[in-house]
């Protein structure tokens, strides 16, 4: 969903399992940023305001929509089929909110517009709605940019080593354990690296993303921390009000599933975003910025493509030129998709066996034993 057309981008040829799961290289490019940059038609670079507020504004009525129905005529329902209309209203208004969330995330990255305070006004509103702390986020989030892909400075997703796995960790690789473990990272994964950095790069000290003093931040940087929190309690106040007019049911139903639901979808994207197989990962001595940029993957989700503004199919350009606007991706994608070769990786495996997939085989990383790189490292899974 979202206003305005997109090129298409060819869809790639139907690899084979192997083919897919067949290690990128990990060598320095060929090829520089510059020659990538020359490859994309300039204007996918030009930001335009009435564009990037057409998707905002489209997925507001899309969503005011579905709140609508929901709050208007499901009441008047008969019990059976009440029980189908709130789980159809969950998915498809988590999802549309989903798309709300990217927009945001854009903002942070200042591809909305070429007005950062612009950016960072809309950013702060419907991340706070969605209780995202815009700036905490945000800074966080940059520092991942320009660390994809580093054992040791990049933010989230870090793989651990063999000799970091916990004494519990065997008892875990099984597919009781595994449907645990996504059980509680796609439920409780994102407020839990919020709140407590898991999954997240390792500092010293507490790590909140709530917490203007946090090691993650730089003094410059604390101030617009607290403005992050006010946004979160402005939108946990509007939500206590609406909970003490319409009920603390009507709350979850109409708001608390579908940020359920968004919370899942961004664990997930991000989660099969930055772990597969055929992926490196590289420690100091290895890694540079172009290399961590490459190893990344696009996925397909359908038409869900269209709903998340494409952040799921263009992710590889995505972490080469993050000021891009979402809607000039994947023109991007098709023009440095030849310069990349064996470079770029998508993977069309259905979401879903992906994820378990990359659970059984993306546990831990170890170092090369096929070359004399040591230090680029691979995932592996035999604990």
Request: proline share 7%.
């Amino acid at each position: 969903m979202g206003a305005g057309g997109r090129m298409q981008v060819s869809p790639s040829p139907k690899k084979s399992e192997t083919d897919t799961l067949k290690r990128v290289p990990c060598e320095t490019p060929p090829f520089t940023v510059g020659e990538l940059k020359k490859a994309i038609p300039p204007h996918c670079f030009k930001r335009s305001i009435p564009r990037s507020f057409s998707y905002l504004i489209w997925d507001i009525i899309i969503a005011s929509c579905f709140y609508y129905v929901a709050t208007t005529y499901f009441s008047l329902l008969p019990n059976p089929l009440s029980y189908f209309a709130w789980p159809l209203y969950w998915a498809c208004q988590g999802c549309v909110l989903t798309g709300i969330w990217v927009i945001a995330h854009e903002c942070g990255h200042h591809a909305f517009s070429d007005y950062q305070w612009l950016d960072d006004t809309v950013g702060l509103i419907f991340h706070s709605f969605l209780l995202v702390p815009y700036f905490s986020w945000k800074y966080s989030h940059r520092r991942h940019h320009s660390n994809t892909g580093s054992l040791e400075r990049d933010e989230v997703f870090v793989p651990k080593k063999k000799s970091d796995i916990k004494w519990y960790g065997k008892y875990l690789n099984n597919p009781l354990g595994r449907t645990v473990m996504l059980t509680v990272q796609f439920t409780l994964g994102w407020p839990l690296y919020l709140a407590f950095n898991v999954s997240g790069r390792p500092y010293d000290g507490f790590a909140c993303h709530f917490h203007p003093n946090a090691p993650i931040y730089n003094d410059r940087e604390r101030l617009q921390i607290y403005i992050s929190d006010a946004g979160i309690l402005a939108v946990c106040y509007g939500l206590y009000r609406y909970a003490a007019a319409q009920g603390v049911a009507s709350m979850i139903c109409v708001y608390g599933v579908p940020l359920l639901i968004v919370n899942g979808f961004l664990v997930l994207i991000t989660y099969l975003q930055h772990t597969h197989p055929s992926l490196p990962h590289y420690d100091s001595s290895e890694w540079d910025w172009l290399r961590g940029a490459l190893a990344t993957v696009d996925r397909d989700y359908g038409i869900l493509n269209k709903v998340f503004h494409n952040i799921t199919d263009t992710h590889v350009a995505h972490h080469l030129f993050s000021t891009m606007p979402h809607y000039h991706a994947m023109e991007a994608t098709k023009a440095i998709k030849p310069i990349l070769g064996d470079y770029y990786q998508f993977d069309g495996t259905p979401v879903f066996k992906a994820m378990w997939r990359e659970a059984k085989e993306c546990i831990y990383v170890e170092p090369d034993r096929q070359g004399e790189k040591k230090g680029v490292f691979w995932y592996n899974n035999k604990l």
